[in-house]
Structure formats: structure tokens, C-alpha cells
């Protein structure tokens, strides 16, 4: 079955505990992207990846970096998380840039709360 | 930089009506437009992507359209059933670039 997992799904966690949530894609696809959904702000673009070692900050990439080492694979990590990092995550999928019209595939979501 | 907002941010309607939602975006340099489904408590589906170059697109009771020279997309629902209520969300690229700003989102309920 074609998806975007995400891991975890539910991440309870302390300020300033260094922490990693998994994305992986089943599809070849080359692009990638994350996102946080907020109530009364709603979705914002994190970091994208057109393509393996190709990454680049979306509207709201402060305290957060990536890595594409592979195609399937796009973890978001958190060095250093803060209160106002909980939130909603979603990562997506589509089989080539957004410039070709291609449709996203998103993930289940990870909830993650900083205390 | 691209802003895209969504008009009513919730709408209430009985079951059978034929609905509008609405989605303006400030910056006409778009590659493309989509909308998005959003249940409670899940992620997101895509319904329909508009290219830049397109006008319209459907698919089986949704129709999207775009006018990129005002800055607006309509997503039409005819005959709509409870399993219509959700969030439903539009997104459009930022100025040529492969970023994609969202909008807050139509919250729908239909009534039986």
C-alpha cells in the first residue's frame, strides 16, 4: 500500500531534549516536506526536499533541522525543543517538485508535546 | 509573500444543498492550487489540484476552479451528504517557488 508513516505518532517530551520524528515514503518520490498544523495559525511549511542531499526552509524552519540522505527517508529533528515547538506534524510526499503539479501525500500526523 | 485565505472558517448546511467554499491567495505567480480534506484526529487527502495553466478541474460531485487574475478558487460540492463534514483546506504555491502556504480552512458540517 502507497503511504507516508510517521514515528512516532504521540511524543510526550522535556525542554531541550534532543528528539527525531521519522518520515518514510513507499512511493520513489523525490519530494518531501513538513509541516505543523496550530489552531488559528493552521498549516506552515517547515523544510522541503526536492531530492536526496537537496533541502531547503520552508516559512517557519527556526529550531528544527533536516536530513535527506535517502530518497524514502526524511526525519525532522528537534536539537533543542521548546513549549512553543508543541504542535501537529505532518510530513508529505509527491512523486516530483510542486512545480509539476503533483499531488501531496500526507502522513498521519505526529502530536508533540514540549513541557 | 504568499497569503491565502479561506471564507467562511465554518459553514453549517442541510444535507442535499449544493455548496461554495471559498479561497483567495494574494500572490498570482502560482504554479499550482489544491484542496485538501482534513478529518478530526487525521492527516490530510487531496481532492483536486488546479495547474496554474488550468481553469477547472472535477471529480465526481467536487469542482475546483481558479482564476489566477483575482486571485480566487472556488471548490463546489453538489448534493452534499454527512460524510462531507470535515476541514477542508486550500493550498497554492509561493511566487514560483516550491513552497506551499495553506489556508486555515472551511470547517463543513452537513446535517441529515
Known amino acids: 500500500e502507497a503511504q507516508v508513516t510517521q514515528n512516532p505518532r504521540y511524543l510526550i517530551t522535556v525542554t531541550g531534549k534532543k528528539l527525531t520524528v521519522t518520515c518514510s515514503q513507499n512511493m520513489n518520490h523525490e519530494y518531501m516536506s513538513w509541516y505543523r498544523q496550530d489552531p488559528g495559525l493552521g498549516l506552515r511549511q517547515i523544510y522541503y526536499?526536492?531530492?536526496?542531499?537537496?533541502?531547503d526552509k520552508g516559512d517557519v524552519p527556526e529550531g528544527y533541522k533536516v536530513s535527506r540522505k535517502e530518497k524514502r527517508n526524511f526525519p525532522l529533528i528537534l536539537e533543542s525543543p521548546s513549549p512553543n515547538q508543541t504542535s501537529l506534524y505532518f510530513c508529505?510526499?509527491?512523486?516530483?517538485?510542486?512545480?509539476?503539479?503533483?499531488?501531496?501525500?500526507f502522513g498521519p500526523g505526529t502530536r508533540l508535546t514540549v513541557l | 509573500k504568499q497569503e491565502v485565505t479561506q471564507i467562511p472558517a465554518a459553514l453549517s448546511v442541510p444535507e442535499g444543498e449544493n455548496l461554495v467554499l471559498n479561497c483567495s491567495f494574494t500572490?498570482?505567480?502560482?504554479?499550482?492550487l489544491q484542496w485538501f480534506r482534513q478529518d478530526p484526529g487525521k492527516g490530510l487527502t487531496s481532492l483536486l489540484l488546479i495547474q496554474s495553466s488550468q481553469r477547472e478541474q472535477t471529480s465526481g460531485r467536487l469542482n475546483a476552479s481558479l482564476d489566477k487574475s483575482s486571485g480566487r478558487s472556488t471548490l463546489y460540492i453538489a448534493a452534499s451528504q454527512p460524510g462531507d463534514s470535515a476541514t477542508y483546506l486550500c493550498?497554492?504555491?509561493?511566487?514560483?517557488?516550491?513552497?506551499?502556504?495553506f489556508g486555515k480552512g472551511t470547517k463543513l458540517t452537513v446535517n441529515p
Open positions: 500572490d498570482s505567480a502560482i504554479y499550482n
Open positions: 493550498a497554492a504555491t509561493q511566487g514560483g517557488s516550491e513552497k506551499l502556504v
Open positions: 508529505a510526499s509527491s512523486s516530483r517538485r510542486l512545480a509539476g503539479g503533483n499531488e501531496q501525500f
Open positions: 526536499s526536492m531530492n536526496v542531499e537537496v533541502t
